[in-house]
């Protein structure tokens, strides 16, 4: 049972243009949620997150959308850079675990068009 | 070292036989975690530990696999008679605590890449 998801498994965009990422859940306990970026050959590192209890964050280039009623976020990419080529995983947690245990969607990997 | 250490990086092993990978933590993190992501899926939860207690396992795959801390420092991910479907990116991490998680609290390793033949 894939509770968090990342249909697009690549997406690929011009330099100067927006990237969007999208996530789905399946979990309403969900109540954080957060953007993780991939390098080949490295650990994940984190990127923006959000709670539930807000519907955007903006970072610099990085926003996440959170629309609770869908069960769906993403995250917009603007302006998109060669650099932010990497592979982008959505992950959730739900605060009643007190464990702070992330579910992972599959990743989509993003390139970004000199 | 000032992050999360993980080895072997890399680790090629005959089915049938056990592999052990070992994680080291962040100083003072007190929350472990380990997971796998296998070719082209995300990572999959294996297994919580604050502590030395590892009160969330839910997500070892099978009784091959076990895992322990110690000193409430260095893990070790067991993985006994390998199979073929093992094969994956193991990843630890860590975090100076648990509960709800902050994103840029929570510190990943680069991974211990295992190969069954």
């Known amino acids: 049972d894939q509770q968090v998801k990342q249909n697009s498994p690549s997406l690929s965009v011009q330099e100067g243009r927006i990237s969007i990422l999208n996530c789905d859940y399946t979990n309403s306990m969900f109540d954080y949620f957060l953007w993780y970026k991939k390098y080949p050959a490295e650990g994940p590192t984190f990127l923006i997150s959000i709670s539930s209890i807000k519907d955007k964050n903006e970072d610099g280039r990085f926003t996440v959308f959170l629309n609770k009623s869908a069960k769906h976020l993403s995250l917009h990419i603007v302006p998109s850079q060669p650099g932010d080529s990497a592979v982008y995983f959505c992950a959730a947690s739900a605060g009643s675990s007190n464990t702070g245990k992330l579910i992972f969607g599959q990743g989509t990997t993003l390139q970004v068009k000199p | 070292g000032a992050g999360v250490s993980q080895s072997p990086s890399n680790k090629v092993t005959e089915k049938g036989k056990d592999v052990e990978l070992r994680c080291d933590p962040i100083?003072?993190?007190?929350?472990l975690y380990w997971y796998r992501q296998s070719l082209g899926q995300g990572l999959e939860f294996l297994i919580y530990?604050?502590?030395?207690?590892?009160?969330?396992k839910s997500g070892l795959p099978s009784d091959r696999f076990s895992a322990e801390r110690t000193g409430g420092s260095v893990s070790t991910l067991t993985i006994q008679r390998t199979q073929q479907e093992d094969s994956a990116v193991y990843l630890c991490?860590?975090?100076?605590?648990?509960?709800?998680?902050?994103?840029?609290?929570?510190?990943f390793g680069e991974g211990s890449w295992l190969t069954v033949v």
């Open positions: 530990f604050q502590g030395n207690s590892a009160p969330d």
């Open positions: 100083s003072g993190h007190t929350a």
């Open positions: 991490a860590s975090s100076p605590s648990s509960g709800t998680p902050s994103g840029n609290t929570i510190y």
